[in-house]
């Protein structure tokens, strides 16, 4: 929910001021009104039209590319420096700024305009390595037509997420897909209608079949995502079908700042593809000079409580790796991929061929492996060699199955962070036996 305009404002009409709060409206209202408000005032900066003190960053940076969007389709020739010239805020954050230009580049590729990556670079200088991940440099490389081969609404099995908390917009490719030859290389799903400027970024062949990771932008909600596609067993009836988008939709209401849910999935043509918002940032699996142990292992502590909600509603995350964790810009840790990582669904878990309450324990003990794996490599990184002996308190007697797995181990690193470890003295170093 984003703070709204001021309801004094006569201009405004009455649906868009509706709201359990005087003050507090959906975007999506405020979307709905920006584009009538348009009508009737095409050329006028979006400054003069909305009451910017009343809305919250991550309002106005909506709000923001939605008009940048729809006054270049209207055939205004407006820029990402028009918006940071009105709202300055904006120009304060990375991420913000980033919203911005993909926004820009995904309208320009919808209306066939030229993307030249060393303009953008030379529009940003300081944002130039991560403008290189929105555009990879070889603009119409992997383009790809919305909707070609699936019809979203008439697909084999689709199911369309409410996504219980809003996550943060952006993206980064994980570290199960790499960049190859291949990157144009028909994919078996299209992305929906409402994907624009949706691009095959990265591909990986496997033993079973090739993934594909898509970026495109989300013109309903006006962020940008991610489209993971997976290969399948040929095999698999309509009902193990089913309960695969089960799963993938217990993932979606997960309340958890650390959870990035999907927003939809589908099945066809012997794939998996399930979308998500795009987190820009880093993955955890990299590890910057100076980097920050006590901090890093405090990202695994959230980790640990966002599987832990998972796992108390029945959802589980199926790849749990260091890098399905993206550090975003505001250095919060991202769980990505739910229900969408390369080994979620492979032959050996076979956790489509059962009930889902009966395959629970075992998809659990599953995740609890992965953070394990993720805090124990972290603490023998870590230069403060106590952090290794953290490691058998942290999982003994614990039942890995268990619906409080991940809770009990993710309290007891925090325990052992918040303990100051006692240094003896160096006579005591030397004298010792």
Same mark, same amino acid.
């Given at each position: 929910? %984003? ?50 003190? #009343? ?170 995502? %991610? ?24 993932? #979606? ?11 939809? %999935? ?145 309290? %007891? ?21």
């Amino acid at each position: 929910m %984003a703070e709204r305009p001021s309801p004094h404002d006569p201009s405004r009409p009455a649906d868009a001021t509706a709201s359990t709060s005087p003050h507090v409206a959906r975007i999506d209202d405020l979307i709905g009104w920006l584009q009538r408000r348009r009508e009737s005032l095409p050329t006028s900066p979006l400054a003069e039209l909305i009451d910017q003190a #009343s809305l919250s960053t991550s309002g106005l940076v909506e709000l923001a590319a939605v008009d940048l969007i729809g006054q270049r389709r209207r055939g205004q020739q407006v820029v990402v420096e028009d918006y940071l010239k009105q709202f300055p805020q904006l120009a304060e954050t990375e991420s913000d700024v980033l919203d911005l230009i993909d926004a820009e580049l995904c309208v320009r590729r919808e209306r066939g305009e030229v993307c030249d990556p060393s303009s953008f670079r030379d529009r940003f200088p300081k944002l130039a390595d991560s403008i290189e991940q929105l555009i990879h440099l070889e603009p119409g490389r992997g383009e790809i037509n919305a909707g070609e081969s699936l019809d979203w609404d008439q697909s084999v099995g689709q199911r369309q997420m409410t996504v219980a908390a809003g996550q943060p917009s952006g993206g980064q490719p994980v570290s199960e897909t790499r960049p190859d030859d291949s990157i144009d290389v028909p994919i078996p799903i299209k992305p929906p209608e409402w994907i624009v400027g949706a691009r095959c970024i990265a591909t990986v062949q496997l033993r079973r079949g090739r993934c594909w990771l898509v970026k495109g932008r989300d013109t309903e909600r006006n962020d940008t995502v %991610a489209m993971k596609i997976i290969p399948l067993p040929a095999s698999l009836g309509r009902t193990e079908r089913t309960r695969i988008l089960d799963l993938c939709e217990r993932t #979606s209401s997960v309340t958890h700042p650390s959870w990035v849910a999907p927003r939809i %999935a589908a099945i066809n043509n012997g794939h998996l593809a399930v979308v998500r918002p795009w987190i820009f940032g880093d993955s955890f699996a990299l590890r910057p000079p100076g980097a920050h142990h006590v901090e890093r292992l405090q990202m695994l502590v959230r980790v640990a409580f966002a599987l832990a909600a998972a796992h108390r509603i029945g959802a589980t995350h199926g790849s749990v790796t260091c890098g399905n964790a993206i550090i975003d810009h505001q250095s919060r840790v991202n769980l990505i991929d739910t229900a969408s990582g390369v080994a979620c669904w492979a032959e050996p878990y076979a956790t489509w061929q059962h009930e889902l309450s009966k395959t629970l324990p075992d998809r659990i003990r599953r995740d609890t492996i992965g953070l394990v794996g993720m805090i124990t490599l972290e603490c023998l990184e870590s230069p403060d060699r106590i952090a290794s002996t953290w490691i058998p308190q942290l999982t003994e007697e614990i039942d890995f199955s268990s619906n409080d797995a991940c809770a009990i181990i993710g309290e %007891a690193l925090q325990s052992c962070l918040d303990q100051k470890p006692v240094e003896r003295s160096w006579w005591q170093k030397v004298m010792r036996p």
